[in-house]
């Protein structure tokens, strides 16, 4: 069964930290992996999309990891601000899909907190 | 551009009753979804329809129907609701391609007394 485990479950951390959150995913065929931010209230939103071949993305303060052998992500947040504080959801694709296949398996997310 | 609106945002229901969620999107978007978003837990598919006139059964359909009455509009009905069934629902549209992300709505927030 493809899985995603994200950690940790929560995180708080002062404004300007820096911060690591981890998934590990056994989906299998890999086709790719997303990062989405979900605010509190709202639907989650796309941050960046890793492809077998990247190792590292950035978007503005975000920056995304993948190790493809050991089936391991990172979203790296440098120097954070309060705005934020929300739920990071760790999305993988499998291949082999077709356009009426599409079936992403997510983590449970991590709820980043940031304090003034 | 509004992206994917999903109708009501809140609602309370009875047990027993019966509803039906609204989603449209208007970027043309081949395929749509229907999740679920418990407490704990990750979104879980409960149904999808990768084109107009075509659904799919997700991860958790039982309790639910779908209906995609045209390419923008994809609507969830709960029949007989149950306290079960309280949860976040959010729709979700996504343009054909591997690559292309999902497109979500803000959810409706569903409580089944």
């Known amino acids: 069964k493809n899985q995603v485990e994200q950690s940790p479950q929560s995180l708080i951390i002062l404004e300007g930290k820096n911060c690591t959150l981890q998934c590990n995913y056994t989906v299998s065929p890999f086709s790719n992996l997303r990062w989405y931010k979900q605010d509190t209230g709202r639907g989650p939103v796309s941050l960046t999309i890793m492809t077998f071949s990247e190792n590292t993305k950035s978007n503005g303060r975000y920056t995304a990891t993948l190790d493809a052998d050991t089936k391991q992500s990172s979203l790296h947040i440098t120097a954070s601000q309060l705005s934020d504080s929300a739920s990071y959801i760790c999305?993988?694709?499998?291949?082999?899909?077709?356009?009426?296949?599409?079936?992403?398996?997510f983590g449970r997310g991590t709820s980043l907190i940031v304090h003034p | 551009n509004a992206g994917v609106t999903q109708t009501p945002k809140f609602q309370v229901l009875k047990t027993g009753q019966s509803m039906t969620l609204q989603c449209a999107q208007d970027?043309?978007?081949?395929?749509m979804y229907w999740y679920r978003q418990d407490p704990g837990m990750g979104l879980r598919l409960i149904y999808y329809?990768?084109?107009?006139?075509?659904?799919d059964k997700g991860e958790v359909p039982n309790g639910y129907n779908v209906s995609r009455l045209n390419k923008r509009e994809f609507s969830l009905r709960l029949e007989s609701a149950a306290p079960s069934q309280t949860s976040v629902y959010f729709c979700?549209?996504?343009?054909?391609?591997?690559?292309?992300?999902?497109?979500f709505g803000d959810g409706t927030r569903l409580s089944i007394l």
């Open positions: 979700a549209s996504r343009k054909d391609g591997s690559n292309q992300p999902q497109h």
């Open positions: 970027m043309n978007h081949n395929s």
């Open positions: 329809s990768a084109s107009e006139g075509t659904t």
């Open positions: 999305v993988v694709i499998a291949t082999g899909w077709t356009g009426g296949s599409y079936i992403p398996t």
